[in-house]
């Protein structure tokens, strides 16, 4: 691996406890806005503070960030009243090179036939451009945006897109915005044909492109080659989005992690040849970046903090995993990580038994058997026999000892991925 790929996640951290806040627009109030907005900007800068705590320094904002951005609704100069707040989380993200960028929704389509929706897509773009301007500034952050739809007439549709972006859209808009191939509609072809007419760069994304094939006589780095060749140098590193197929889902549905045998394996098909940066879409979003970030770049310490939250959860799972786990880090100074991946993605995507999880729920409650009231520990008996008799799941037992962390401080059990999985 003679380049290090940059690796990135989507939108929320689903370990800090902090989401962003929106509201129905009956209920919206300046006061309320005022609110949201505070409060979601507060939760960006914990965002970022963890991801430089761990290492991230690439990560897609929420485009929700500043409810009804784009809407009539919202008549705050929001950029003006909370100006200090921007200035704060730029420095963060200009100090620590911190590449960010955004995916405006579905009902963002600039090739619609209702010119309505497309006026409404070209103010969507304007506020997430001006999220960029004030957040950092740089040309290197993106705007990703899909297609749109094809009404019948896929040509037809491809020349609406064509005609607005190159006569329509600001500059400012265009110094951010990117492309992607989607699963259903536009092909990576179709998506070099836009580039080829409007010289927008684009993004491939490897599953929606398992999805939705096009170029079949090319090998899988020269269609990589080819989508990343429509970068400037302006733009920065090409990013690349990545994803794994969930088991018996509809095809294109994202996986819960992500397994890091075959992730290595699609890196070495697709992106080992380039320098880029990925970003993952995922649903357990900053794990998954921890792990494959590991495989890039490995820590020791790293590891062992990883084994530490990842522990009552695979005992939950296997005791035979559990035990293999703790003796590779007894008897290795140096644990390879792509080793305790395997046995971690292997243990969780199998199945766990009522007496497996009654183990880890008794090793969890050992924290508070000395300090628990005594209503809490005929709780949580009582919980324990319900889930026997099968008459609970282990979600909310593992929701009770959660809360129970956060009464009595235990630090090691509120960094734990058992408890915490339950609350995301």
Not at 208 to 236: F, M, R
Not at 301 to 320: D, F, G, P
Not at 377 to 385: A, D, N, T, V
Not at 417 to 422: A, E, G, K, Q
Request: hydrophobic content about 35%.
């Amino acid at each position: 691996m003679s380049i290090t790929p940059r690796i990135g996640y989507a939108s929320l951290n689903i370990d800090t406890h902090a989401r962003f806040r929106t509201c129905r627009k009956d209920d919206l109030t300046e006061t309320l806005l005022r609110d949201l907005i505070r409060d979601n900007l507060a939760t960006l800068d914990a965002m970022l503070d963890y991801n430089i705590k761990h290492n991230n320094y690439f990560f897609r904002i929420s485009s929700s960030l500043i409810p009804f951005g784009s809407s009539p609704l919202n008549t705050l100069n929001w950029s003006h009243e909370f100006s200090e707040y921007f200035t704060k989380l730029r420095t963060k993200i200009q100090t620590h090179q911190i590449r960010i960028s955004c995916h405006p929704g579905q009902y963002t389509v600039l090739n619609a036939q209702n010119e309505a929706v497309v006026a409404a897509s070209i103010d969507d773009l304007r506020y997430h451009a001006q999220l960029m301007e004030l957040l950092s500034g740089d040309a290197n952050h993106k705007i990703i945006l899909h297609v749109g739809g094809v009404y019948g007439d896929k040509e037809a549709a491809m020349r609406r897109f064509i005609n607005v972006y190159n006569h329509r859209l600001p500059e400012i808009i265009k110094k951010y915005l990117v492309i992607e191939n989607d699963d259903r509609l536009y092909t990576v072809a179709d998506i070099l044909y836009l580039s080829e007419k409007t010289e927008v760069p684009l993004i491939y994304d490897n599953l929606h492109h398992l999805v939705n094939p096009s170029l079949e006589t090319l090998a899988p780095q020269e269609i990589v080659a080819q989508v990343i060749g429509t970068w400037k140098e302006d733009d920065g590193r090409p990013k690349v989005h990545y994803s794994q197929q969930a088991y018996n889902k509809r095809p294109g549905a994202h996986t819960d992690t992500i397994n890091l045998d075959q992730f290595i394996d699609d890196y070495e098909l697709l992106y080992s040849q380039f320098d880029l940066d990925i970003m993952l879409e995922v649903k357990d979003k900053n794990r998954s970046f921890i792990k494959v970030n590991q495989y890039f770049n490995p820590s020791q310490l790293v590891l062992e903090q990883e084994w530490a939250r990842y522990k009552y959860l695979i005992m939950s799972y296997s005791t035979h995993a559990y035990n293999e786990l703790r003796l590779l880090f007894r008897e290795n100074k140096i644990v390879n990580p792509v080793a305790f991946y395997h046995v971690v993605d292997q243990t969780l995507a199998g199945p766990t038994t009522i007496g497996t999880q009654i183990n880890a729920l008794e090793h969890a409650w050992g924290y508070f058997k000395h300090h628990a009231s005594s209503a809490e520990q005929k709780r949580f008996f009582s919980y324990l026999e319900a889930l026997r008799a099968e008459t609970v799941t282990i979600q909310p037992i593992t929701k009770f000892l959660y809360k129970l962390a956060m009464k009595y401080q235990s630090s090691y059990l509120l960094e734990s991925y058992f408890l915490v999985s339950s609350n995301t």
